[in-house]
């Protein structure tokens, strides 16, 4: 065969005329336009057909869309003031290790005293940016949900839980490494 571009020819030397009217049209363009006569109208009006609507799911399949509401924003955004508040508050006492630790002791009812001030300032610290930064990631997503329009709630309990395990795995090796704490603190249990 020869080039597309050029009309082909009949047995007989005529030349064959271009398809003006889809004489050529396989059998599923001639059934899309079967079922749509809105599109031969168009094309014999000379206009451009208007794309195919595209098919509705019944409804009894449907998925309801879950979309934050008012609720979801000011739920969402009393547990993002609120962690900020724990967060800061915790971060302040962090920082100061030992007092951190003792005080915690007190609340079990033993009295014992933090001796590792280097290992509790560095874990300390780094609970500390773990908080921070743990708190900074969990607004990012909470924000970019919300401006998504949807349910965004449960963003900041996940960060919350998230971010309280890290930070309590720094805590617990600060406290681990002070064996005099520690002993203080498992000869206070009752056996």
């Keep these: 065969m020869s080039d ?8 007989e030397g005529a030349e064959r005329p271009r398809p003006q009217f889809g004489e050529y049209a396989t059998a599923e363009e001639q059934r899309a336009r079967i079922q749509r006569p809105e599109v031969t109208e168009a094309l014999e009006a000379g206009v451009a057909p208007q794309p195919a609507p595209a098919p509705e799911a ?8 879950t979309r934050g509401g008012r609720v979801d924003r000011i739920v969402t955004f009393g547990l993002l003031f609120y962690g900020l508040f724990s967060v800061v508050t915790t971060i302040v006492q962090l920082l100061n290790f030992p007092e951190y630790a003792e005080r915690g002791a007190q609340m079990l009812g033993v009295t014992a005293t933090f001796t590792n001030l280097s290992a509790g300032y560095v874990w300390g610290a780094a609970a500390a940016f ?9 607004a990012v997503f909470t924000w970019r949900r919300l401006k998504s329009g ?9 960060g919350f839980v998230a971010t309280a395990l890290v930070a309590g795995v720094c805590i617990t090796m600060a406290l681990v490494g002070d064996q005099q704490f520690m002993t203080a603190i498992i000869d206070s249990v009752p056996n």
């Design 130 to 138: 773990v908080y921070g930064i743990g708190w900074l990631l969990t």
């Design 4 to 11: 597309d571009s050029r009309p082909s020819t009949e047995g």
């Design 150 to 158: 949807r349910l965004a709630f449960w963003i900041p309990l996940v």
């Design 58 to 65: 019944p409804a009894a399949f449907s998925v309801p869309a």
